[in-house]
Each structure stands twice: as C-alpha cells, then as structure tokens.
C-alpha cells in the first residue's frame, strides 16, 4: 500500500499544481482547497492511467475518502 500512497501523491500533486500535497487513507476533497467536482473528473482520469484501473460510476461517487481509492486499486490495478 505504500507504493500506492507515493504514486498517488505524485498524481494528487500533478492534477492540482501543488507539490506540498501528501494523502493518506483518510484524506477528503474537504482537505485540498481545489477539490471541486470538475477537478475530481481529472483526478479519476490520471489515477486511472497511472494504475492502469477503471473505476465503475458508482465507485467514483461512493468514494469517501482516499484509503477506499487505494483499496480499489490495490485490488484491481494491473500496473502495480
């Protein structure tokens, strides 16, 4: 899972133009300012070509925060 955590800091920090970004399993869009709707399309788009998963729609709207992420992709990801 701490492979996980890093890329997915890296894909966090590229999708929202802040290097000083770091998620864990209880990280919410209520923790990062820029967090809206249209960025979380983004940031579905790049965790899903970084590890390789498609999310079904509703895993995208029933995720709570970034652990149950991380728990879907340690899953299904095929790029690990």
Known sequence: M???YERLNAV????FDDEDIVVNAATTSDDI???DSI???NLIGAVE??????FKMGEVSGMKNVG????????RAKKL
């Open 39 to 41: 960025e979380h399309i």
């Open 49 to 54: 070509d970084e590890f390789g998963v498609r």
């Open 68 to 75: 149950e992420m991380a728990e879907i992709i340690s899953k």
């Open 12 to 15: 966090f920090r590229d999708v």
């Open 33 to 35: 300012e820029d967090w």
């Open 2 to 4: 701490e492979a996980i």
